[in-house]
């Protein structure tokens, strides 16, 4: 196969510090090449630099064999090539038939036609989103789907997915691997970066291993397995350290006394009818399909949503009613929810690390003087910035500057500065490299060993199986199912959360 | 004033106390079939308190009291035994149901009478001191074979009293309990209680009658506590909590108009046993198919033990679900490996061996 797209000793540097070095990589025509690598290894530089995001520092770019340099990403689009971003670049005022049509309107737009013609579009990929809900309506993953339809939607002829499973339940990914294999064989090149390395070993026909800025290896799928890859991406095997055979010795946390009890929650037709019970100095792990109702579960707990108005059940904390109707007072009780969708929810992208952390701590009204003191927040952030390992220049760096790791460690932080009685992770490795991903699987087992009760959310099994003491299966807005450390198996839960 | 408009609200809206919702059994109480399996065990007529006496473990059967795998009738009593507690000497108290409490010797014999029929519907007793005895009196308004009636009339006429074995004198220790059920001194020398209409267990001073809770909003209704092998204690729910039951709790006019119109053993309230007659009143999906009962089905009856720890953290508990038949679990005891369970629902008593029982993360 001929060279699509071929980059040669391609650096890019950022305020003078190189992102990537001397990188070579190439894509041929109708490909699957899989892009790995620890979160800050660079991935996400280089393919922005194919998507012109970014222009490399130095190098070269070649594009069906002519040197090439993509002022913007609309021009890249025009010479197809389509870049689906790990944070949604959707509109989210327009509707998802208007997102997908963006760009592509015809001077006269008659709304009913596109969303007709988007519903027909969705349904041949089998995506489950109705055409006319706004964006800002819909859940993480319906966005990712929203992405992946429009980079679908423009003919592209290099399509580069950046994460794009990391939202998607296990149907819906497996939609989405017969529509990469659809594409593939209609001569698509994929670019396709996760962290999931199984996907990338069963749908690759290459595979590239980036590791701090520089390129590692690259070879053709068969080559690898799970340990090589991770070997190549952090210079050791973290395998067993992950999600291997630690399980079989674990022991399960003994319960505590009961901290939560949440009664008959209802909301609309997500959370139906809901009763659990969380335990402190244990991790209770909740698994379910996306629109299970378990996230709706955990914000109407902390007073992100509220449940419903009439005979909406009752959630006991401390063996007190309580109802929230903001956040803010279920922080001060000592209840804390870390967001699934960290880039919109979890942090202010243009403050500092450190004025994100304190704002966690003005939020629980924990500060000690009464106005803001910059020495508080300094001393502050240099103590979770050193307790939770964040990697960055110094504490006054921008979090959107960070790695996905790196920031999840900033949204914890910001968390555990409240001081939470009840904290509740929702995803808390998404999108977050496997070195990161050790390291906060740590946190959560450090947390719930000094008492505290620990609520995971999870749609990744080997990690609800790895960290949880107990394990609830939440399906069409309940939990259906309990299984203690001992008894859960993977067959065992996906079948609770299935049927 | 802004009490009474809140609880308008709240009925209005379903929140507070109309939220008619019930704490689920996860966690150490997640549901097994624990007692059901257990081996079959001694058959009955309502077998109700246990007591180990001599070494030995009694039980109460109606009018009677038993011993032994053998089933050795011990002493026969002239009205239905409610509570038994046993002395260091060898003497064992009994509580009867027409009232008065009895002393019998190691033969069975009546040897004294410690109290008239003022002192009824007795549910526990327990020794404080060889001659202190703790007496819980489930209600002063209704008899003790009318526990439904007196829930239903949500009272809080239940009692605490001292009896001195020597002066015969007693003392009010604590009064306006919601139906205490289950009695127990803790090492510490204050008193635990299950307080079964408020579904919680609470903690006495002797002294001062103060009322302490330790563990609320339970899922079933408590009765009668004793101490485990590991410092905790072992709780036995009589009855279950149901949203039904909590739903026509909160309806004054209703339940009024029932217990006036249907028979006690077919009213909207909890029991020992169910499912005897298609007349009792039944929830969506307590119907039988094919005729069997789904184990999640909602029910009327349950047994259920709970062994939670010296911090009252539920460790362990056994459980028979809607589809089993050893419900209404009234009396617990250990003795070495074996928890003695009486069934008064299944009607019968049966042991556990704890020693095959691994705890483990609350499951067996």
Redesign the interface.
Known sequence: MANLFELKNVTKKFHGVPALSNVNFDLRSGEVHSLLGENGAGKSTLTKILAGVHEATDGEVLFEGEHCRFSNPAEALRNGIAMVFQETSLVPSLTVAQNIYLGNEKFLNRLRGIYIAAQQFLQSLNFPVDPTMYVSQLGAAQKQMVEIARAVHHNARVIIFDEPTATLTPEEKHHFFALVKRLKQSGVSIVFISHALEEALSISDRITILRDGQHVITDDASAFDRDKIISAMVGRSLSDELYGHAGDTRKARPYGRKVLSAQNLSMGSIVRNNSLSIYEGQITGIFGLIGSGRTETAKIISGVVKRDFFHGGEVRFNDKPVRYRVPRKAVRDGIVYVTEDRKLEGFFETKSIAENIYTGLLGADLNKSMTVSYSEMMTLADEWTKKLNVKAIDSSAKVIELSGGNQQKVVIAKALVQKPKLIIFDEPTRGVDVGAIAELHQVINELADSGMAVVVISSYLPEILNLADRILVSRQGRVVEEFSMEDATEEKIMYAAVH | MIGSLKSRLDQF????QA??????L???L?PNNRLDEALAGIKGEAPDNLVLWNGQVLWSEGAQIFSGPEKTLFAQMQSDVTALAAIKDGNLVVALSEGGLQMLDGTGQQVKTLAGSEISCVTALEFIAPEKLVIAIGSTENSINEWARDLLEQRSSGQLLMLDLVSGQSNVIAQNLAYPSGLLQTPFGALIVSEAWTSRIVKIDIGSGEKT?VM??LPAYPGRICRSKDAGYWICMFAPRS?LIEFVLREPVYRKEMMAEVDPEFWIAPALRSGYSFHEPMQGGALKQMGILKPWAPTRSYGLVIEVDE?F???RSFHSRAGGKRHGITSALPQNDLLWVTSKGGQETFSINLGTDVI????V
Do not use: M
């Not at chain 2, 809206?13 to 507070?16: H, K, S, T, V």
């Not at chain 2, 483990?360 to 499951?363: A, S, T, Y």
């Open positions: 809206l379903g929140r507070g939220a008619v919702t019930v704490p689920s996860d966690g150490a997640k809770p609320e909003d949203p911090r953290v539920p460790v483990d993360g609350g499951n």
